[in-house]
């Protein structure tokens, strides 16, 4: 086996992993600056109105408070508006908008004081609630990141009205929270003009330059080091509003200032999932071939900003269809800016799109994987181009192959173990191969070994790694002669840790750099700015693609769910690190069951508020809930996505996850469970005794 | 920072002398305790730890019962042998609740005293009757999927979170208390109170009582009992509906029966209708359901937790038919 062989593709264990499990790996929170103060955030008790008065009088006369900063006394942004622009206005968005931040010299004086602050606020009547009847119902522009709003092709209501079956089905995906085990944090230290912000965040070069702009500095007077970060899920992707805080609590007091988020202010203050009410409408032919889809998407975004989750993108190329309708409507509540959370976009439409597809299934009395193969297209519906790789039939004959399915008995509600009831599903799963650019360093040491240095982030999946193994492999050299440094804005552009594409991204300019390195020089920068442009002139449509087999146990009197089974099989590339890869599978195919059977922040109409707001009450999977989870990869060779030929698997693993799980609930009890989460009290009472 | 003084107690009259202080409350485990302290909702001047009283036994009584020390860790009453061969349905119960790690630090008296998981009542940001008096009870128009459908008032819906109290009600626990005015004792199917107009008042407690001990009196068919928990995942997470039951049967029929449920209400339920019901019936699911039904007709069940009647019936149905059907 030769060196190359070994080392990419290969379980290599996390380079991080000894210094995490002793507590060495340092988290944004820990470092040590000196004479740093604590700053703790003040947050809106209302949804909606305008502060009338801020009384700072008792927070300042507690024992070693430095200052309160609010709306009247922070200093200016640049930028003023959305999320970001806080302490600028009087006017209240949401509850638990930041209104103020008290600033002390230990977090305990900094908690107290910021309870003490007091606020009058004239309230105006808030509306929190999203329904697809809203009046304030509209079109945005466009979904993201950068998509057409609303599609239509061929005549999707004739093609409806003539179909042989047809389903019209209606889902809703309730807010949910991306709650990483590290809570936000930021350590703000200004030197003169210049900030450093020892941050946890998924992109420390794409930070910088936001908050440049908001304080009104130059980039590279910015410098944001995110050496460990301990989970994001989407919600460190963007600088959240206690970034800015930070920074200006620390321009306000002359000193360091470290800003952790709590717990609870992170169910308002890091971003959430929409709420989605998902109208699905399918048409076909008694052979099971669709004439029609339609998919029309209702969800929300706050009156700061507009976030546009772009629902029914997969809808658009998952299946060959003549006729086809996407829409996304929007409505401004008096809530907090939704954001990106585990697959936006993919993650929840896909669920309304492959439970539709399974009751499709079963009104053509055709088996559910069998059914998905008969719709599988040529060509990209979306776009009309070919696709560079395209596997999902092989995922879904392999998994039926694997899980057993040939056997399965189609009939809802027969399957009995006890007083359990037994059952299985099946959905497809996808996700876009993207390839921004990014720039890294590489350089050749005097000992023999390599350095290479770049802004990429590892949040837990093994990045670090990974990049270590790529340029090893582009090096033709073992793995300990190269250290992979990373975290750090000053190492140059890099795209963030997001969208499934960190490991295309920069793994692609980590190997330019090697190869740059191995034609001549000590120390060599590679951009590949051109590479991923001409990458996206391609004619060509690149997509992962997998297949979700769960089965599920439901207790005939209790509505309660287990999970004793669950098997993804993922077309994704090349997997680069077979350890970490099946990690980063069956964290998101767990999060999928999370979806499905637990996760649901509260709404409180009247208060405006959610009202869980912990891990106490916003429920996650325990180890006791899955039993047996596995995923499986399918040998695929795409050399169009990037050199390496990794699609990225940051999140296919939750996409379609949710749906298999519903769709299995059905098999085992008959019932249809359209809003989630399939909980038991939507359950009990319902089933055959 | 909100300062508080802590003292360690070393025998109970230290710490009736300690509890006697303005706001002072005694700490246990401190696993419900310090949460609220962290959270802003108690705000005690002073601790008052009893953990080092030498109330950790488990002794057989004269009358053939056990005595349960209250500073008892949960782990431990969940490990003991006479508990587990005739009180099955708590050892269970304790086992079915928190984690690992919470039940090694939490005692016997702090299982009984915690306070209720209620969203609102945890959330200083918001009214909550019993935590903040008059401010109003926004769960009874708000979040109340998981709260209360047998004694609530219009003041409050909370309930009470034990698992360990359900089995414990079931059981004809005797709650042992010592105060200023000397010793006492208190059924624990009354220990703790429904809320009506003073919803802040969880138990019949004074502020200057100390738990000592719990009594488990003897009761043969104990040994034949069962706890079973509903929840949405499998571990780690209160009951949705919970039910400690003992069944004795005789040739078919019920002769005796203990039911208690947690979950539903302000205190354990102790289920006295449905006993009253099941004694002298067959015992088949026909006449456990007419037992249920007997308890539950009595439920008033808010907008969003009516699946807790049915749930409740079920799951009394399946726990009996599993003693005894």
Redesign the interface.
Known sequence: MSVTEQVLGGPVDRIEGGDKVQGQAKYAFEYEVENVAYASLVVS?AAKGTIRAIDTTNALAA?GVLAVLTHESAPELAEKDGELGVLQSPRIAYRGQIVGAAIAE?L??AR?AA?LVRIEIDEEEHDVVLRSDHPGLYKPDQINPSNVTDTEDGDVEAALRSAAVTIDATYSTPPEHNNPMEPHATIAVWDGEGLTLYDSDQGPYSYRGIVAKRLGLEPQQVRVIATHVGGGFGSKGLPRPHVIVAALAAKHVGRPVKLAVTR?QMFTLTGYRTPTIQRLQLGAEPDGRLVAIAHDVVEQTSTLQEFAEQTALATRMMYASPSRRTTHRLVRLDVPTPSWMRAPGECPGMYALESALDELAIELGLDPVELRVRNEPEIDPATGNRFSTRNLVGCLREGAERFGWADRDPTPGTRRDG?WLVGTGVASSTYPARRPPSTARARREGDGTYTIELAAVDIGTGARTVLTQIAADALEVPLDRVRVRIGDSAFGQASVAGGSMGTSSWGAAVVKACRMLRAGGDEVTADTSEEAEAAGQEPLSKHSFGAQFVEVRVDA????I?VPRMLGVFACGRILNAKTGRSQFIGGMTMGVSMA??EET?V????G?F???DL??Y?V?????IQEIEALWLDEDDPHVNPMGAKGIGEIGIVGAAAAVANAVHHATGVRVRDLPI????L??RLA? | ??PFGYEAATDTTSALAAIARPEAKFLGGGTNLVDLLRL?VETPATLVDVTRLPLDGIDPTPGGGLRIGAGVRNSVLAADPEVRARYPALAQALLSGASGQIRNWATTAGNLLQRT?C??FQ?V??PCNKRDPGSGC?AR???H?NLAILGHSQQCVATHPSDMAVALAAFDAVVHVVGPAGARQIPLADLHRLPADEPWLDTVLDSGDLVVAVELPALAMASRSAYRK????????FA??SVAAALEVDRGTVRDARLALGGVAHKPWRAFRAEEALRGAPASAESFARAADAELEHAEPLR??G??V??AR??I??TLTELGG
């Open positions: 008790p024992p230990s305990e004086g107290e309870r609870q007083r009197d209790t509505g309660e287990r059977l637990l509260i409180d109409p009247q208060l508020a009202v869980n707001h106490a009450m429920h999977p325990v180890h006791a809930d909980r038991p009290d939507k009990v009472g005794g | 920072m909100r802003g998981r969203a609102y959330d940001t918001k926004p128009e708000g979040d999927r509903v929840r949405g995942r499998a571990s780690f997470e949705l509906v969003d937790n699946y807790k049915a749930l079920n799951t149905v399946a």
